[in-house]
């Protein structure tokens, strides 16, 4: 009795999560996207005649707003029962302003990378942990999935001060070192509440041929610029393979640690 939470799931690495996840489980898919939650439902179904529609269902939910992520919260309350427990949780909002210098800090722009990156996946911890399991809870086995619970936050890997060699991408890298920290913590947190049932991971997925990295894919080789079936692939792999004694940390697509 299990189902999976992607959000945002409207493009992107989200859009084509969702696609999967319906494609090789049998459990409910919960997507989210701002706005056209029946256009979002329509594309992420489109071409999938093998799947069923009503295992899919996209609330409208924007990261920015909590009373948005309370309402998505909700209406996930009322389609499931306390044992239809949340087994896997993506939350990959994400935004870039990739400045080279000081001089190109802006406030406004400050303000929305922390909000959507750092404070999106906060609020969506705070709306949608209660849904995972605890320790009292028993889980079914259910093809395609880990044994336990996973809690996924889109981390990256400019988010590490261990590795960051060049600078730059002052707001990015830091918001994305606050959700490697945001991630540890709730690790920590449930290791109490879930014990073994439920633990927390953050993710790099590598540079994504996304919206997100549009300004740099003529800079990137091209065996290093996923497409967003390959880098889901990637994902959903090692989240099957991150065992509950590598949990709290970040990973990346081939599975190596990322240190903080």
């Not at 909590?66 to 998505?72: G, K, L, P, T």
């Not at 406030?107 to 404070?119: C, D, K, L, R, S």
């Not at 927390?200 to 290093?224: C, D, Q, R």
Request: net charge positive; hydrophobic share 40%; with cysteine.
């Amino acid at each position: 009795m299990a189902w999976t939470l992607v959000t945002p799931a409207s493009r992107g690495v989200g859009f084509q999560l969702a696609r999967h996840l319906l494609q090789t489980t049998k459990i409910p898919v919960v997507a989210t996207a701002r706005k056209d939650v029946d256009g979002v439902k329509k594309s992420i179904l489109q071409d999938l005649p093998d799947v069923e529609p009503d295992r899919l269902t996209v609330l409208e939910l924007d990261v920015t707003n909590e009373d948005s992520i309370q309402r998505a919260a909700e209406d996930a309350k009322s389609m499931f029962t306390k044992d239809n427990h949340l087994r896997l949780a993506f939350a990959i909002p994400g935004i870039l302003y990739p400045e080279k210098s000081p001089s190109q800090l802006d406030h406004a722009h400050i303000t929305q990378t922390f909000a959507i990156n750092t404070i999106g996946p906060l609020l969506l911890m705070k709306h949608f942990t209660p849904f995972l399991p605890t320790k009292a809870s028993t889980l079914a086995s259910e093809p395609g999935l880990p044994p336990h619970a996973v809690w996924l936050t889109m981390s990256a890997r400019v988010g590490s001060t261990t590795d960051n060699q060049l600078g730059g991408w002052f707001s990015y890298r830091a918001s994305k070192a606050g959700v490697t920290s945001i991630t540890k913590s709730l690790d920590n947190w449930l290791v109490g509440k879930s014990g073994e049932k439920a633990m927390a991971m953050a993710y790099h997925p590598g540079t994504v041929k996304t919206g997100l990295s549009k300004e740099f894919w003529g800079s990137i080789p091209k065996e290093k610029l996923f497409t967003p079936e390959f880098a889901v692939e990637k994902m959903v792999g090692v989240v099957q393979n991150i065992g509950l004694e590598q949990r709290g940390r970040c990973w990346d697509w081939k599975g190596t640690e990322v240190l903080p």
